[in-house]
């Protein structure tokens, strides 16, 4: 059965965090974080803002764009790195907050890929029976990141964004999609404390290991391997050749990654959804925020095959490829 995607909404919150504001935090400069990543400026959640209540307004304007009301819901699947707690899931604390009862509600931990293998799980629910899955990526790494650290504090922004997937009936929906992950690496990209390895202490604070840590160029060799083998695994899938995609949404992580990954599959960047510079990296979040934008600004059009790539940690990635 095809599945398609029926909505889409997104949300990210008012604070804008430029490249000059973190010039006088850390030892950075705009001309560093431009060249090096393609970042300008990202969104901060306000203190009050955790991850559900940004999920809840993507959600909300997820479901107005499918025209569907929070009765019609089937499942609720949240993709997230920064859960409100680590339990319940966020996922459950949206279903009680949008008013969809005793709908399957649970969250997905796979990092930036987190909102497509959401994407994969959404798809499989509709083919045994379930309908208008709503799956959100979301995330506000600037909660757990370090801005003593100008290594990783420069590079991530806050946002959430939701689609609702549901029975296709007609010639859009999902075509492919293709998955993987390699946890040999796990401690490249982490967040050491507050688990049941490192749980909270005074040391653990004092060692500030409840932030992200990466080895940025390691992980930045992979990613580049990696997105392209997602893509170029995606499109076989399909038998669809990469010069009938209309247009690449990459995941936001470095605008070298994307470049290099849209040079790898031949695919030229006028083809390309590029946020980065307004957005940073929004970990789940960037791909359905991508995703919305393109769509509001009238860059897809119907019929369009769209491509979706994204690595994380894990490490995870994978693709999926949707006739819009
Ligand atoms: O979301 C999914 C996973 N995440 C990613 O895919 C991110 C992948 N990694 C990257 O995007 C890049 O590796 C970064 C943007 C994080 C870093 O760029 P890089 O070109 O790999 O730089 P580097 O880590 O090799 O550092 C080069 C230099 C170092 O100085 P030395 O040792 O050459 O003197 C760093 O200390 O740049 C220095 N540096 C900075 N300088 C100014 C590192 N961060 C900064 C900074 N401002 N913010």
Redesign the pocket.
Known sequence: MRVSIAGIGSYVPEKILTNFD?EKI????DE??TT??GIKERHIAADNQATSDLSLIAAQRALKSACLKPKDIGAIIVATATPDMLFPSTACLVQTRIGAPRVIAFDVSA??TGFLYGLAIAESFVNNGYDNILVIGADILSKITDYTD??????FGDGAGAALIKKSDGEDGILSSYFTADGSSWNL?WQPGGGSRIPATHESVEKRLHYVK?Q??E??KV?VRAMSEAAVKTLEKAKIPASEVALLIP?Q??I??IEASAKRLNIPMEKVLVNIDRHG?T?AASIPIALDQAIQEGRVHKGDLILMIA???GFTWGGVLFRY
């Open positions: 973190l850390v030892e950075t400069s560093w974080i090096r990543s990092g930036c100008r290594t990783t504090c420069v590079l990209l990466m940025g160029n992980v930045f990613a995941h992580a470095n070298r990654i990296n970990s690595f994380g940690a």
